[in-house]
């Protein structure tokens, strides 16, 4: 990390919260402020546990068929994306955030080495999205566990008799889907936990995705909930289920909602369900003695956890940050703040490689616009503009 730099924009994370920040602040931020105080020396810093970008958008077709998507198409190296900005300017640190002093503007980090090292931040993203009860949705660790995870799949799901998977949003969808297409062989059962699947979209919606299932042969169970699983010693896995009943599977795929990762933030920064507490337009958070932090994506209240979310708070969140540092400079910036705006009623959720259901802004839209827009490739072909930040070549 620069040893001699006068503002460190510490980023804490690299998905795509952090990513997208990082090249939005590196490719327009950071040369408006440089212009304004060329005094003053600004350096960004991402700390991640993971050298690579994972596209888990695809997550669900991949698990199915590894045929269909390459490892190297959904599992991007960082590294390679940033080439392109001065070597000063940036670094990577290969490490966890495991505790914050916000007093003396400290994050410490557990290094790969298991070494704790303090790092000093001017400005704080946080950006560290959420740990899932199975690894194979986003990265927390090492790329290399998440791919472990993906191949015992691969060796599973080929010879499955039996594949359970809890959680009816639209990931534990999209994977049933995709598994019933893929691996007719297997009797697939979705338990929804609810009284319906995707509770995010019109009830007349999820019906239709359970049709959809239904037509590929997965079995919908509502208001059922996995308690607990353990493996068994043939390999299979028991699950205990929330009406008392037990079932033993040959696949068990865990796909209910994930936990922000902000164990290591002060509570006074969370909210009651452990999201950092942040303006819902700025981005900034909200607490008392948070001067200069800012959250973005999964890990912050104002998410929804889509990547439409973190798309739209990129820009938001960069010139927030871009502000409140020319405003302590005495300065005023070129451009102006921009605000978060969601974009509500919209969510769009594949059944299978031909088609879906989905919402664009509350209005619903045929299989076949599902299928056109996500159910095709699940934007396989925008992974590498996504870590090279391509949706952010202008402010």
Same mark, same amino acid.
């Given at each position: ?154 060796? %599973? &799901? +080929? ?6 998977? !809890?959680?009816?949003?639209?990931? /534990? =969808?999209? *994977? ?24 995010? %979209? &019109? +009830? ?6 359970? !049709?959809?299932?239904?037509?590929? /042969? =997965?079995? *919908? ?175």
């Amino acid at each position: 990390m620069s040893t001699c730099t006068d503002h460190e924009i510490l980023i804490l994370g690299a998905h795509f919260a952090a990513i997208s920040t990082a090249h939005y602040l590196l490719r327009h931020v950071i040369p408006a402020l440089s212009n304004l105080t060329p005094s003053i020396t600004y350096h960004v810093t991402i700390v991640s546990p993971h050298t690579e970008f994972f596209w888990n958008i695809a997550a669900p077709r991949y698990i199915a068929n590894k045929e269909l998507i390459l490892p190297s198409k959904i599992f991007q190296p960082i590294a390679d994306a940033f080439k392109g900005y001065q070597s000063d300017q940036y670094d990577f640190i290969l490490g966890k955030a495991v505790g914050l002093d916000p007093e003396n503007r400290t994050v410490d980090i557990r290094l790969e080495t298991g070494r704790i090292q303090e790092i000093k931040y001017s400005s704080l993203v946080i950006a560290t999205g959420s740990t899932y009860n199975s690894g194979l949705w986003q990265i927390n660790n090492s790329q290399e566990i998440t791919k472990a995870e993906f191949s015992s799949f691969h060796t %599973l &799901l +080929p010879n499955a008799k039996t594949v359970l998977v !809890a959680g009816g949003g639209a990931v /534990g =969808v999209e *994977t049933a889907g995709e598994i019933a297409s893929y691996h007719s062989q297997a009797e697939t059962i979705i338990l929804s936990g609810a009284k319906r699947l995707l509770p995010r %979209l &019109l +009830p007349s919606n999820s019906a239709a995705a359970e !049709a959809r299932l239904e037509r590929l /042969g =997965v079995q *919908t169970v509502h208001n059922l909930r996995v308690l607990s699983t353990s493996k068994n010693a043939d390999g299979t896995t028991a699950a205990v289920l929330s009406d008392g009943s037990s079932r033993s599977v040959d696949v068990f795929i865990d796909a209910t909602g994930g936990k922000p990762n902000s164990t290591f933030l002060p509570p006074a920064w969370l909210d009651a369900k452990g999201h950092v507490a942040t303006d819902n337009k700025s981005m900034r958070v909200t607490a008392p003695g948070a001067d200069g932090v800012y959250a973005v994506g999964d890990v912050a209240s104002y998410s929804d956890g889509s990547v439409i979310a973190v798309n739209n708070s990129v820009a938001p969140v960069a010139t927030s940050i871009a502000i409140d540092i020319a405003m302590k400079a005495g300065k005023r910036l070129p451009f102006m703040q921009k605000e978060y705006k969601p974009m509500e009623g919209t969510q769009l959720v594949p059944t299978g490689p031909k088609g879906g259901v989905g919402q664009l802004f509350g209005w619903k839209i045929p299989s076949a616009m599902v299928w056109l827009i996500k159910s095709r490739t699940f934007f396989v072909e925008k992974a590498e503009g996504a870590v090279k930040g391509l949706d952010y070549l202008k402010p």
